[in-house]
C-alpha cells in the first residue's frame, strides 16, 4: 500500500524535531572534565604555613613541653593555685608573633620614605583578595615615638583608606579621614580634617580661608558617590564606622605594628572599596581597587619649627603633611558574585562555624557546578529541625548531631565532615601602664599583648558578671563587693598570666563579647566550663583562694542551669545616669551597658576596632530617644575580650587565648592542636558525627575544637537536589581544602580535613544520592476502561531533572575533586542514538522537498 505523502512529511518531520531537542539537551549539558580542571584554583601557597598561628608548617607552634615543666613561652603559667587543677600546668604558646601568615598569594607590598623619614620602611602584608578583614601593617626604620610609645606628641604614624582612580594615588579629598577631632592625644587638630591652627601656617597649603573669612577651613570630603562634604565632618563615615587609624606608635627600636580594617563598599559606602558595576552577566576578578594611605609624623611641625610643648599640631591632610605620604594600592575581591541567570537556587542553612569556608567556596561552586549556593546563618537548633520535619530537609551545617531519640521516622540524618576549627576567645589588649611603672614596661605601652592563659574559671567569671565592673562598682550587693573589680585584678588571673602585673587598664577588662541566640558553640563552651572542677565549684557558689564569688543571678543551679546553648545576661542592677539632673534619662541596664554582639563575626569585628558595643550615649535626637554607641577605645589603648571562631579571628588580626585543657595545660588554638582534637574525637552514638568531650586528656589537644558537618536526610530529599549538595561536599573537601585568600580556597583558621575525614565525607555524599528521592519514571500506555472524556489514561508527565550529575571523587584522592556538568540522568548509548537521529532528521529536512516529486513518479 503506497504511503501518503503528507503522513511521510509528517513523520519526518515529528523525527527531526525529536532528534533536535534531543541532541540540544544532551550536547548542552555536557562540559569536558578537563575544561573544568584547567579552571580550577590555584595550587596551594608556595610558603606553607599554619592557618592559625601563622608559623610555617613543620613548626609545631605548640612545641614540646617536657612533663612538669611551668612554662614553655613568655608570661607563661605560674604554679597553679591550690585549687587549680592538680595536674602540672603548662603553657603551649599559640601564635609567637602577631603577625598574620604569610604565603605567595598575600602579595605583600613595601614601601619607602623620603625625605625626612628616609630610612622608614613599611610593610601591608596583604594587598590583594581583600574582603573586609584587618591586614597587617609593620615598619622599621622609624623613630621612637616621643615621649615614648603611648602619649603620641611626636614621632608616630597616621594610616587612612581612600578611593581614587589616578594610577598615583589619591586625591586628600578622598580619604576617610577626620572623625577622631576629640581625640587630641597627639595635638588638637592631628585627628581632624582641619586646615588652620592659630598662628601656625602651612605654606604649601593651597585650601586657605577667604579674605575676611573667620571660619574655620577644612579638607572636603569628596565621596565616590559624588557627594561633597566641606565643613570637617561627613555624612558617609563617623567615629562608630571609620577605620583610620590616627596614632600608631613606633617602638624604641624603630619598628611599629598596627592591624589596619581595609572596609569594603558595605561598611564604607563613601569609598565603594570591591564595588562591581551592576548587570555584569560574569563576575570579575577584582572589585574597585582602593589605597592606604600612611602619613609618617616627625619632629617638626608643616613650617619646619618644633611644636610647643613638644607635641604635633596640625592634620596629617595639611598640604606639607601629605606631601610625605606613602601610598599602597589595596585590591578587592568583587563583591557579591554573577551566576548565570538560569542557575538552580540551592539554599544551606545553619551553624556560623561554615561561614567563612562559605563565603570563599560559593564564586566557585557557582562557576563549577551552575548552582548558586547560597548561606544563611541560624541556630543550630532550628538547622536541626530541618532534618526531622519538612518535605525537604536541603542541606544544613550542625556541629552536633540530632540526638539519636528525637531523629524521626524515615529521615536518618547523613553527615559529611567539610571543617575543621575552634571556639576561641579572641583578644585585641593592648599593654598599658600608669606613670609609676618601670621604665622598660612603659616603653611596652600600646603594643600587643599576644599571650593570654584563661582557665574554666576564669571564663566563668566573665561569663556571669560576677567582676565588679561587670555590672557596676558601685553595685550594693554585698557578694558582688568583695570581688575583683576586673580580670586584670584578680589574682586568680594574674597568677596565671604574670606579665599583666605591672599594667593597669584606665578601661577595665569585666567581661566577654558574647553573640546572641543559641549555638552549639555556646554549648561547648559551657560543658567546657562545666567539666572542671574549680569552675563547677565557683559556679555553684562556693569562694575561689581569694574570696571571689559567683554574681548570685547566674549561681547553680538556683539561678542558672548548665549545660545550656546560651549566654543569659541575668543581673538586674541599673545605673543611674551620669550627670542627669532632670531626671528623665532611664537608668543604664546590663542590656545597654553590656549588649550581646550579634554574632561572632560582630563579636570578632567589633573586638578588632576596639568597639566594646556598649550603648552609654542617651541621645534626644533620635525617636524615641535612646542610648546609643559611644566611641570605641582608641588604639594603644584597648582591652577586649570576645567569643568567635578561629577562621574569624584571623580575618580580623586577634591573637586567641591559651584555654587549660583536660591534661592541665593551656593549649592554643593551632593546626597541631587542632589535628590533635580531631584525633581525640570519639563517635555520637546513633550516628557518624563525632565530638570532643571536654575532659579529654591529650596534652596537645584544644580543648574546643570542633567538627562542622553537612548534613541531610536522604530519604526526603529530590534526587537533583542530592546530586548537587553532593557536588558541594566533592569540591569541599577536595580542591576546598586549599588554604589561602581568594575564592573557592579554605580561610585560614581552618585546618585541612585529615584524609579520614575526606573519606567519611565522600561515602557521605554517596549515601545521599543513592538515599534520596528518585525521580518517577514515565511508564507505557495502559488499557484501563476510558475515561469519561473519552480519552485513555495515561502516566503522569515525568518530573524535569537538573542539568548536572555529580562525578564523585575517588576517596583515595579526594584533593583532585572534579564537578562536571552532565546530564543528570545516566545517558550512555542512548546519547550516540540521539547523534544519529539528528543526523537522519538532518537528512529527512534536506530530502523534504524532493520527496513529492519521487512520490508522483511511483504514482505513474
Known sequence: MPIPSRALRTALGATLLVAVTAGILSSGQHQDPAAVAAGSPTASPSVQVDPVTGSPVGIDPTGPVAPGSSSAAPGGAATPSATATATTVATLPGRPTPAKPTGSDLDPVTVHGYGDFTGLAVTVHQTTDLVDQSVNVTWTGGQQTLPMPGTFGQNYLQLMECWGDAAAGPDRTQCQYGSYNGDNRGGAYVGTRQLNYASLVDPKETIKQAKGQTGNVYVPFHSVRGTVDSNGTSTAFDLSSTNEVPFAPTRTDGTGQAYFETETNEEAPGLGCGAVPDNLRTTPKEGRKCWLVIVPRGLTEVDG?????????????????????????????PLGYACPINAADLHTYGTEMAKEAMIRWAPVLCQNTGSNFRYTKVDDNIA?????????????????????????????????????????IAFDIESQSSGRAPTDVQERNGRRITQLNLTPRLVAKLLTQSYRYGTDYQDPDPVLAHN???????????????????LYFGSRIYDIEVPLGQSDVARRLWAWVEADPDARAFLSGKKDTWGMQVNPNYRVPKAMSLP???????????????????????????????????????????????????????????????????????????GILAVTDTPTAIRYGLDTASLLNGAGRFVAPSTASMLAGAAAMTTVKGSTAQTLAPTAKGRTVYPLTMLTYAATAPASLPRSEAEQYASLIDYAVGRGQTL???????????????????????????????????????????????SSGGGHDSAPAPTATPARQVVTVAPTAPSSARIVRTAATPVGAAHYLLVGLLGAGAAAALAGPLLPRYLRRKRR
Do not use: E
Request: charged share 20%; aromatic share 8%.
Open 740 to 786: 589561602g585568600f581568594d575564592s573557592g580556597k579554605l580561610s585560614l583558621g581552618y585546618v585541612p580535613l585529615p584524609q579520614k575525614l575526606r573519606t567519611q565525607a565522600l561515602a557521605a555524599a554517596k549515601t545521599m544520592v543513592a538515599n534520596s528521592m528518585k525521580p518517577p519514571v514515565k511508564a507505557g500506555p495502559t488499557h484501563a476502561a476510558p
Open 564 to 638: 545550656r546553648d546560651d549566654f543569659p545576661k541575668s543581673d538586674p542592677y541599673c545605673v543611674p545616669y551620669p550627670a542627669d539632673s532632670s531626671g528623665k534619662i532611664p537608668k543604664l541596664c546590663t542590656l545597654d551597658a553590656h549588649p550581646y554582639a550579634n554574632d561572632m563575626h560582630d563579636s570578632a569585628r567589633s573586638a578588632s576596632r576596639g568597639d566594646n558595643l556598649s550603648h552609654t550615649v542617651w541621645d534626644n535626637t533620635v525617636v524615641p530617644p535612646a542610648f546609643t554607641k559611644g566611641a570605641a577605645q582608641a588604639a594603644g589603648l584597648r
Open 305 to 333: 619649627s618644633i611644636p610647643l610643648g613638644d607635641k604635633l599640631v596640625s592634620s596629617p591632610l595639611s598640604a606639607s603633611n601629605w606631601a610625605n605620604r606613602l601610598v599602597v594600592p589595596l585590591h578587592y575581591s
Open 484 to 502: 575583683a573589680l576586673d580580670l586584670t585584678t584578680d589574682q586568680d588571673f594574674l597568677q596565671y598570666n604574670p606579665q599583666f602585673k605591672a
Open 384 to 424: 536541626r529541625a530541618k532534618l526531622n520535619a519538612g518535605d525537604d530537609p536541603g542541606l544544613v551545617f550542625v556541629s552536633d548531631p540530632t540526638p539519636t531519640g528525637q531523629v524521626a521516622p524515615g529521615r536518618n540524618p547523613v553527615y559529611a565532615p567539610i571543617g575543621l576549627s575552634g571556639v576561641t
